[in-house]
């Protein structure tokens, strides 16, 4: 789910909750889905792009067949990037205006992989998030929430020789969507990867341990592999908290295989 899906249920709707789904309605249908995958015994670990929990879902996700394209020929038009396109403050969420933003400052950090455990080098890492209020900087955002002036949300870095990134952000706080009543999403930061080109592109999101909001989120809860949603909670790493400056959390993303971390489905109509 991208930002401006979540922004388009923030916006306010006259009185609309009330005649929303509940949040006990909700977690039904979420115990009933999980109830008949484990009776059917299969191995399902990317997200359901229609999950009936997730109402929005039922209106887009793709109804046909996608149009398959030649890549190559699509690469000789796209936009590319180097790797003297990205600087090493792009990285550092918190030092981009000229005060210091609020809230738990954060560093996450962790390798990209493919399926074999090879390091996936120098690709863009790109990521966006809500402020510690839980408010992004979009006009569609209208959550009753501070926008903090010295927090944008947005980074960006290339993978090293060994296939790490890292990231210095702001812990991003739960909000408010419209999905049914009194819906609040986990605090997530969504991450973008590239490949060689922009035509390469892969979509998830990263969580944090412990989130009480966990069972209650349909986003979350439309993997309904417990395992494969496990993998995109980050740990925290008390090796990579820094004295007197920020926490750290750990998250390594894997591209392909068995334990490839679960990705937003490209979603194209015909």
Sequence with gaps: M???????????AADSDSALSTQADISGEIAGTSADYERAGRDETQPRLDYAPYRSSL????????????????ELFAP??????????????????????????????????DGDGRPVRHQLVEIWQANAAGRYIHKRDQHPAPIDPNFTGVGRTLTDGDGHYTFSTIKPGPYPWKNHYNAWRPA?????????EFTQRMITQMY??????FA?????????????RERLVATYDHDVTQHEWATGYHWDIVLTGTHRTPMEEEEVQA
């Design 188 to 196: 997530h930061i969504h991450f973008s990867l590239f490949g060689t």
């Design 216 to 228: 209650l989120d349909p986003i979350y809860q439309a993997i309904v592999d417990p395992k494969a």
């Design 2 to 12: 991208t930002e401006t899906d979540e922004l388009a249920q923030n916006a306010p």
């Design 80 to 113: 590319v990037f180097g790797h003297r396109d990205v600087g090493a403050p792009e990285s550092d969420l918190t030092i981009h205006h000229t005060g210091e933003p609020v809230g738990e400052r954060i560093v996450v950090t962790g390798r990209v992989l």
């Design 59 to 74: 209106l887009r996700h793709p109804t046909k067949d996608l149009h398959h394209a030649d890549p190559e020929t699509i």
């Design 208 to 213: 944090f341990p412990g989130d009480p909001l």
